[in-house]
Nanobody, 117 residues
Framework: QVQLFESGGGLVQAGGSLRISCAAS????????MGWYRQAPGKQRELVAN???????NYADSVKGRFTISFDNAKNTVYLQMSSLKPEDTAVYYC???????????WGQGTQVTVSS
C-alpha cells in the first residue's frame, strides 16, 4: 500500500515564500513522476507543476518563474518551493504520484496554502 504525506502548508503574506513537501511511502518500485495540483474554492483542480524521473519539469503558466519543483529520488519526496506568492495562489495543494507498476496515480490528502493580501 502506498501513501503520500504532505506537509508545509500554512498562511503567508503576499510576496512571501513557502515550501510544501510530499513524501511517498510504502511498496514503491520506482517513481515515474510526481507533481502538485491545486484547487481553489469554486474552481476546478488544476496542475501546478510536475517533475519526471528524468528531472524534466512542467509548470502552469501562472506559476512560472515563481515556483520551483524538485524531487529527491532517495527519499521519494517532491518539493514545491513557492515564492512571490499572490492571493490567487490560495488553494488546497494536492500531491500526485505516478509510480512504476501501478495502473493509477496516487493522491495526497491535500495541504492548505493561504496567501493574505
Amino acid at each position: 500500500q502506498v501513501q503520500l504525506f504532505e506537509s508545509g502548508g500554512g498562511l503567508v503574506q503576499a510576496g512571501g515564500s513557502l515550501r510544501i513537501s510530499c513524501a511517498a511511502s510504502g511498496y514503491i518500485l520506482g517513481v515515474n513522476a510526481m507533481g502538485w495540483y491545486r484547487q481553489a474554492p469554486g474552481k476546478q483542480r488544476e496542475l501546478v507543476a510536475n517533475v519526471t524521473r528524468g528531472a524534466n519539469t512542467n509548470y502552469a503558466d501562472s506559476v512560472k518563474g515563481r515556483f520551483t519543483i524538485s524531487f529527491d529520488n532517495a527519499k521519494n519526496t517532491v518539493y514545491l518551493q513557492m515564492s512571490s506568492l499572490k492571493p490567487e495562489d490560495t488553494a488546497v495543494y494536492y500531491c500526485v504520484a505516478d509510480l512504476q507498476g501501478s495502473p493509477y496515480d496516487y493522491w495526497g490528502q491535500g495541504t492548505q496554502v493561504t496567501v493574505s493580501s
